[in-house]
């Protein structure tokens, strides 16, 4: 549903509380004196049984009662209450409600949801602390204060993480503007309020407490949309849970739920710390728009100690030492005391004078190789921690350089004016070194997770993809009714998709074994062949280092005696023999495909090996992936610094494992029969990568592939057009469109942004250009006209309905190019998407007086009716048929399938 009628919860003009109270310490009582002393301008009106007033208003016995009728409905009544209270107030008008009710079980909560559909009402809970919005003076929660306002939103799937951060936060005074318990989240849930919050002016930044998510594409849409806007930094609860248990492949078993939520929140641009403190400490850096370029850091400090400290933290979190430069060192040596530390950390020792702090700070912020500063303070009895700090801000103030700067005063008493000085100047104030690096290495995560914010991978360069054989390879593994692919079965499918691979033989019997073994120059591996058989050197079905035919014929028969024994019910269906690789300098690496219950296939990369589960080395990554994505797994990964290159080791081919890692991403959504892929060993040195062994399992005949969370570009609608004698690309939006977008606009006249926007706007607000440029494919298109030059000249967008059933169509040209053919072009183009997508109606409210729009819709063949509730506009609908989509060929990548 989205943000459908989300404007009745945070702009309602009338409220009513069903279950009101006046029993001492009841749900219903806490919820009567918030809601009705929280400064709310409309009428809140309750609702109670058992009471003719509650507090000081006029209770009523039934919503059939309310005199009138409400936006927003708070429900504290029993669980078996709860449908029937949702119909009344459904019949009524009232568009939102916030079930704080338990006990609403499946059942009830079913129940509840088929009596809010027919009146499009949105739900917020059940079995939830409530909903409060400091600005507007609502207070419709059982917390125990309400918090200031502020810039701030809180999103949590637990009341009771909800109550503490307002608790916590109310206690160093940071304020909200909406604070939003979703419990079991029946309707409104977390993609739901990411999207709204996304455009919400009163919002700064947003914080979410995460258990988990139900619709991943959704949150993943919402949440690239929001963080593009805005910060937004996440708690996920659960680090230790236990994720995927397949034992099929090293992949599946290693690729834990946890991870798979690390690597969504990195690519959808948000910044997960561990706990509520980290929370408001990454916010308050992100929020006084601090950003960095680059993880190195300089360090001034008046304890030597300190630095040491800080220096220790920021090598163990990833981060680096900024090298100081001569001409920098050279003003630290006229701006400190002799006996300075020269070197980073710049220790101007414990006597220093608040004055030192800023002759060696302005030092600092001259040092093009820091990327930020960290200043601290230690307290002593020769010189005062909050005159220092005063410097520090006054410093700041003067300087054009805008480097972020952070800092960190140790102590308690002595220091505390001072940390609240600088805090209140817009610099983070910390208590430890720690806790001041662990901010820096956040703003470096924040800032990596934006890059990849904006990635749209297209199809990985180099050899193509043979989509067709890598089919065939499948449909006859189904047709025998396998889900296990044997080892040249899995061979054939990675080498159709271009990742190298070492060439073997297949062998039915001993004999052709030695045959094939005769083929090679040298030594030979053996392995046996079979569907039933995952890890073959588990039950003696694997030997390295033959010599000759004689050789390999004595072990293969050996083998299928051991075999035999170990696993008497598996099916042989021969050996496979391969010439053994001689790469003395290769790493051995683990590549791979896993499937996660939320997110759908994720790709998996880290150390491979026999000890693969052991050394535990991994990262995880949602595709698509592109070279850019696929190099940041890498490196994310502690053998990354082995393939970097030690002592006589030339460093790895990177490009080469970044490309097999794009395309197993590619592989995967193009192939969803694909449930587990492995490759382990992957070979990787300077020459490039070698694929040594493979395992691939599909889905059980039947089942249904979760879909990716995250769509990919969808490249198959890029066209090119000429209108006039200019040539035009209409593509699909793109997320770095957002500057052109808002430049079409700002080239437009006027009256055309008017009748786009139904506003007299000349630029497109803070947070639009983001979201009109970030959009789910599944659910939206917007498809871009491009000049040669880059520039945007015109946009069709299409937006569905939650149903899938009909959409809602805009159009907008820059003015300078009507009446020159594209705004038909483009509609054309997003008319015949629509119908290939098994669109039922298409519709729009367009300005009664926008003649072009309306001629052109008529055109079109587009039906006139009355707009609801506006005598200004008329809806335009076009009927295109029912049903679903017909299906795309099966020879055709699912990249290329509308």
């Known amino acids: 549903m989205t943000t459908r009628n989300l404007d009745a919860l945070f702009h309602p003009g009338v409220i009513a509380l069903i279950g009101a109270s006046n029993s001492p310490a009841s749900v219903g009582q806490v919820l009567s004196r918030n809601l009705l002393e929280s400064g709310f301008a409309g009428p809140v009106l309750p609702v109670a049984l058992n009471a003719t007033a509650i507090r000081s208003a006029v209770a009523y016995r039934s919503v059939a009662d309310l005199p009138l009728t409400p936006d927003l409905a708070v429900i504290a009544t029993p669980a078996p209450t709860v449908p029937g209270l949702i119909a009344e107030l459904g019949a009524r008008g009232c568009r939102a409600a916030v079930v704080i009710s338990a006990g609403v079980d499946a059942g009830l909560r079913q129940a509840m949801l088929d009596a809010a559909r027919p009146h499009l ?82 919002t700064k930044a947003i914080l979410l407490y995460v258990e988990s998510l139900a619709d991943a594409r959704k949150f993943m849409t919402a949440g690239r949309i929001a963080a593009r806007a805005k910060p937004v930094v996440v ?67 008046n304890g030597g100690g300190a630095g040491v400290m800080a220096a220790d933290a920021l090598e163990a979190r990833g981060g680096r030492l900024a090298e100081l430069s001569a001409a920098t060192l050279e003003r630290l040596n006229a701006a400190a005391p002799a006996n300075w530390s020269h ?17 060696a700070l302005e030092a600092l912020l001259a040092e093009p190789a820091a990327d930020a500063i960290l200043v601290m303070n230690c307290p002593t009895a020769v010189s005062d921690s909050t005159e220092a ?73 180099g050899p193509a993809c043979d989509h067709a054989t890598a089919c065939a390879v499948i449909d ?292 639009w250009p983001e979201r009109l440029s970030q959009i789910d494919y599944d659910r939206e298109m917007a498809l871009v006209a491009e000049a040669p030059d880059g520039s945007i000249l015109g946009v069709a967008r299409l937006v569905g309905d939650p149903e899938g059933d009909t959409a809602e169509f805009a159009l907008m040209v820059r003015s300078d190019h009507h009446d020159r053919g594209l705004g038909r072009l483009l509609l054309a183009a997003l008319l015949e998407h629509a119908q290939s997508r098994g669109l039922r109606e298409v519709w729009g409210d367009v300005a009664r007086d926008n003649a072009r729009m309306l001629t052109m819709a008529a055109a079109f063949g587009f039906e006139r009716h009355a707009a609801e509730g506006d005598f200004s506009r008329v809806r335009l609908v076009k009927t295109l048929g029912a049903g679903a989509p017909a299906p795309a060929p099966r020879s055709l990548p699912l990249a290329a399938r509308p």
């Not at 979703?182 to 996304?198: E, K, S």
């Open 235 to 301: 708690v996920k609860a659960g680090r230790s849970a236990s994720g995927a248990k397949a034992a099929f492949s090293h992949t599946g078993a290693l690729a834990g739920s946890d991870m798979v939520y690390d690597a969504a929140f990195r690519r959808a641009g948000m910044l997960r710390v561990d706990d509520l403190r980290e929370l408001f400490d990454a916010v308050a850096a992100l929020g006084a728009g601090l950003k960095v370029t680059g993880d190195r850091l300089a360090i001034l400090t």
């Open 476 to 767: 006859q593994a189904a047709a025998e009714g396998r889900t296990a692919l044997t080892d040249p079965e899995a061979r054939a499918i990675l080498q159709a998709y271009g990742v190298p691979v070492l060439q073997s033989l297949q062998a039915d019997d001993p004999a052709a074994a030695a045959a094939a073994a005769a083929t090679f120059a040298g030594p030979v591996a053996l392995k046996i062949l079979s569907p039933d058989i995952s890890h073959k050197s588990d039950v003696g079905g694997v030997t390295l280092g033959l010599q000759g035919a004689a050789a390999t014929e004595a072990e293969a028969r050996g083998m299928l005696a051991r075999v035999a024994t170990a696993r008497p019910d598996a099916r042989i269906q021969g050996f496979v023999v391969e010439p053994m690789v001689r790469r003395p300098q290769a790493l051995e690496l683990l590549a791979g495909v896993a499937q996660d219950a939320t997110f759908g296939p994720v790709i998996v990369f880290g150390a491979g090996g026999v000890a693969v589960e052991v050394v535990a080395d991994r990262i995880i990554g949602l595709p698509p992936l592109d070279e850019v994505l696929a190099k940041d797994m890498i490196a994310r990964t502690r053998i990354s610094r082995l393939l970097a290159g030690y002592r006589d080791r030339p460093p790895a081919n990177i490009g080469a494992i970044a490309d097999v890692l794009a395309r197993l991403s590619r592989l995967v959504v193009e192939l969803p029969e694909i449930a587990e892929l492995d490759i382990n060993p992957l070979l990787a040195d300077a020459e490039g990568v070698l694929a040594l062994d493979a395992r691939m399992a599909l889905r059980p005949i039947g089942a249904q592939p979760v879909r990716t969370a995250i769509l990919p570009y969808p490249d198959y609608l890029r066209r090119e057009l000429t209108v006039g004698v200019e040539a035009l690309i209409v593509r699909p939006v793109r997320p770095q469109d957002g500057p052109g977008l808002a430049q079409m606009v700002e080239k437009s006249a006027p009256e055309d942004v008017r009748l786009r926007f139904r506003s007299g706007l000349r630029t497109l607000p803070q947070g």
């Open 343 to 359: 070197a980073n950390p710049v220790d101007i020792l414990g006597d220093a004078r608040a004055p030192a702090y800023g002759r």
């Open 121 to 202: 009402m949105r739900i917020v809970g059940p079995n939830c602390l409530g909903f409060i919005s400091p600005r507007v003076g609502i207070n419709a929660s059982f917390a125990h204060l309400t918090p200031a306002a502020g810039g701030l939103a809180l999103v949590s799937q637990s009341g009771a993480v909800a109550a503490a951060a307002l608790d916590w936060a109310h206690g160093r005074g940071i304020g909200f503007s909406h604070v939003l318990s979703i419990g079991d989240a029946a309707d409104v849930d977390v993609g739901d309020l990411l999207d709204y919050l996304a455009l919400d002016p009163e």
């Open 389 to 461: 700090a005063d410097v520090v801000i006054e410093t700041l103030r003067a300087d054009r350089s805008h480097r972020p700067v952070l800092s960190a005063w140790l102590g308690q008493t002595a220091v505390a004016e001072g940390r609240r000085r600088l805090s209140a100047a817009g610099v983070p104030a910390h208590e430890t070194p720690d806790e001041a690096v662990r901010t820096f290495m956040q703003l470096v995560e924040h800032r990596k997770n934006q890059q990849a914010l904006l990635r749209t991978p297209a199809a990985p360069a």
